[in-house]
């Protein structure tokens, strides 16, 4: 019985998403207390649509997890979800439990994540300091507005990730753009298929340099064809940053999208 879990967080004072030992993660506080509540003689494994890193926020991550089979399958869900809403601490909540529809996996059924990253080029609101990353230098949105058509579609992201053995940094950038909310907060959502390591602070933080002025569209556009990290962007700070949202297609296509997600990427064209 696989069931989806919704869920949402303060990053703050978590060290990421995956467990790691001796630190609070949310994956390790969810996978402590549901087999408590459910009363399990073993552990259970969470899998996430994306890993988020020690700080970061999140209002829509996916998970999902694998139980024994029950008489009563939606009773267990509803089960589930009104234990963990009575035992979780404040900074997480999971909205959603619902059973998992045939050949759902969290993380590679899903075909976009989209993340938003907020900062403060004014005097900050006190209330949201967790939340956005303060600056001094007012960002010119029209300069980020105007590069970032150039950046989407298929492109090697190196120069913008933490590389990892044996992982790709071919992505698919699907959205890109900026808006100032009424109470005079830059968000910059970013939406791809999939993220690599510390991509969306990186691009944010090369983002941020074209619109102060420091760099040139250009600058930004080449980095695509670095072929390597790039040493001279700054990662943005992780609080500034939530995972928003995850999109998953139709029920019918999920199996076949997590099999073509399993597979290695390339910029070269198929046939």
């Known amino acids: 019985m696989r069931l989806r879990l919704d869920i949402a967080y303060d990053g703050t004072e978590f060290h990421g998403w995956a467990a790691q030992r001796g630190l ?3 994956q390790e506080e969810l996978e402590a207390w549901i087999p408590r509540v459910l009363r399990l003689t073993e552990p259970v494994t969470l899998t996430c649509a994306g890993r988020t890193d020690a700080g970061v ?30 035992v979780l601490p404040s900074d997480l909540v999971v909205r959603r439990v619902s059973l998992a529809p045939p050949g759902f996996d969290a993380r590679f059924s899903a075909i976009w994540r989209r993340y938003i990253y907020r900062i403060a080029d004014s005097t900050p609101d006190p209330l949201l300091r ?21 950046l989407l579609g298929l492109h090697d992201f190196v120069a913008f990730c933490k590389q990892r053995e044996g992982a790709t940094t071919i992505r698919n950038l699907l959205q890109l753009s900026t808006r100032r909310t009424w109470d005079d907060v830059v ?27 420091r760099r040139e569209p250009d600058w930004l ?15 943005m700070p992780a609080g500034g940053l939530t995972l928003e949202e995850v999109g998953y297609p139709p029920d019918r296509e999920l199996a076949a999208r997590a099999s073509e997600a399993r597979a290695r990427r390339s910029l070269e064209p198929s046939g």
């Open 57 to 86: 926020h999140a209002r829509g991550q996916v998970a999902h997890l694998d139980l024994p089979e029950t008489a009563d399958p939606e009773g267990a869900v509803a089960d589930l979800g009104y234990r963990l809403r009575n």
């Open 24 to 26: 609070r993660t949310v």
């Open 221 to 235: 556009v080449g980095l695509l064809d670095a072929g390597a990290r790039a040493g001279d962007i700054r990662v």
């Open 130 to 150: 967790t939340h956005v990353t303060p600056m001094r230098t007012e960002l010119d949105l029209q300069r980020i507005n105007l590069v970032a058509p150039r």
């Open 187 to 213: 968000e910059i959502t970013v939406r791809a298929d999939a993220f690599c390591h510390s991509m969306v602070r990186s691009l944010v933080g090369a983002l941020v340099a074209v619109a102060t002025g």
